[in-house]
C-alpha cells in the first residue's frame, strides 16, 4: 500500500448565492464545522458559527472576515439543549455537525460519556431541528444537514456511543425529510469516511492501544482498511458537498445520506 496523500483543500464547484440565508452550524471552531461555516459565508450566508470553544470561534471570525456574508459567533456548550433549540430560532439552513469521539471496547467505555456523546451528537441536533422548524415552515424554504459518517451506515468495533449516535442521526434526518417535505424543508447527511480533523488525529493513540499496534500502522491498518481510496477526505470536501445540498440543483435530493467514503460503503 502507498503512502495515503490528500489532494489539500479543494476549491468551492457549487454555484451558491445565500444572500439573505441564515445558517446555524454547529462545531463550527472544528475541521468539517470550521470548513462548512466558511463555505457558506462565502456564499453570502450570515452565519451563526456554534461551539463551546470560544477561541476557535474567534479564529473562525477572522478567517471569515472579507467574505461575501458574516460570521456570529455563539460560545455554547450543546449538553445545555435548551440553550441550542433556542438558538435555532430564525435559522433558513442548519448544519448539524458538532461531535466527539471515544474509542473503548463497551465493556470499558465509562457510561457517562457515552451519555455525553448521545446527548451533543443526537438529542442537541434533534433539539436544533426542532428549533428552526417554524421559521423555515413559515417561509416554506428549510435545508437541514446533518454531518453524519460512514459510521452512521456501518459500525466499527471499540466505538459503540459514536457509532449508536450516527446510526440515530440518520433515522432523525430520515423523519425530518418525510416531515419537512411539504414544507419546502430537506434533510440530508453527509457521510464521510475519515477527515483529516483533529477528531481523527486525536483517535490515533486510542485505536493503537485498542488494538494493540504501533500508532504509525493505525492509518493504514485500522482507518483506511476498508476505504477503497486510501487517502483522508479533506474538509473542504465536505463543505462542498454541503453546499451542494442547499443548491437549487439539489432541491428534489431528501431524506438521503450522501456518503463521502471512499468505497468503504461498496463493501
Ligand atoms: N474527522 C472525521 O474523520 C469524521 C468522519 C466522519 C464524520 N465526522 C463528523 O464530523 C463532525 C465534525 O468532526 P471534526 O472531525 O471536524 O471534529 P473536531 O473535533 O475537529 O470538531 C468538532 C467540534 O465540535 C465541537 N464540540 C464538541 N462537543 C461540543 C459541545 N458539547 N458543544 C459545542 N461544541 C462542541 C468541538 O469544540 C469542535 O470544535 C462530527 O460530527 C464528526 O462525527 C468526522
Known amino acids: 500500500m ?3 496523500t490528500t489532494p489539500g483543500p479543494v476549491p468551492p464547484s457549487v454555484e451558491l448565492d ?3 440565508r441564515t445558517a446555524l452550524v454547529t462545531g463550527a471552531a472544528g475541521g468539517i464545522g470550521r470548513a462548512c461555516a466558511l463555505r ?10 456554534v461551539d463551546r470553544d470560544g477561541a476557535g470561534l474567534d479564529a473562525l471570525a477572522a478567517q471569515g472576515a472579507g467574505l461575501a456574508g458574516s460570521i456570529e459567533p455563539l460560545v455554547l456548550d450543546l449538553t445545555d439543549l435548551e440553550a441550542a433549540e433556542q438558538a435555532a430560532t430564525g435559522t433558513d439552513i442548519l448544519v448539524n455537525n458538532a461531535g466527539l469521539q471515544l474509542v473503548r471496547p463497551i465493556e470499558e467505555f465509562p457510561p457517562e460519556v457515552f451519555h455525553t456523546v448521545l446527548t451533543v451528537m443526537l438529542e442537541a441536533p434533534f433539539r436544533l431541528i426542532r428549533g428552526s422548524l417554524p421559521h423555515m415552515y413559515g417561509q416554506g424554504w428549510g435545508r437541514i444537514v446533518n454531518i453524519s459518517s460512514v459510521h452512521g451506515l456501518r459500525a466499527s468495533a471499540y466505538k459503540s456511543a459514536y457509532v449508536a449516535a ?3 442521526l440518520e433515522g432523525l434526518s430520515k423523519t425530518a425529510a418525510l416531515e419537512g417535505a411539504q414544507h419546502g424543508v430537506t434533510s440530508n447527511c453527509v457521510s464521510p469516511g475519515y477527515v483529516r480533523t483533529p477528531l481523527v488525529e486525536r483517535q490515533i493513540a486510542d485505536q493503537a492501544a485498542a488494538h494493540g499496534i504501533p500508532e504509525e500502522r493505525v492509518l493504514t491498518e485500522v482507518l483506511l482498511k476498508d476505504s477503497a481510496l486510501k487517502r483522508l477526505v479533506e474538509p473542504s470536501e465536505v463543505a462542498e458537498a454541503v453546499a451542494y445540498l442547499c443548491a437549487p440543483q439539489a432541491s428534489f435530493i431528501t431524506g438521503t445520506s450522501l456518503a463521502l467514503d471512499g468505497g468503504w460503503t461498496a463493501h
Not at 459565508?41 to 458559527?49: E, F, L, T
Request: proline share 5%; hydrophobic share 40%; charged share 15%.
Open 2 to 4: 502507498t503512502t495515503p
Open 18 to 20: 445565500l444572500g439573505g
Open 40 to 49: 457558506l459565508v462565502a456564499a453570502g450566508a450570515k452565519v451563526r458559527a
Open 166 to 168: 450516527k446510526h440515530g
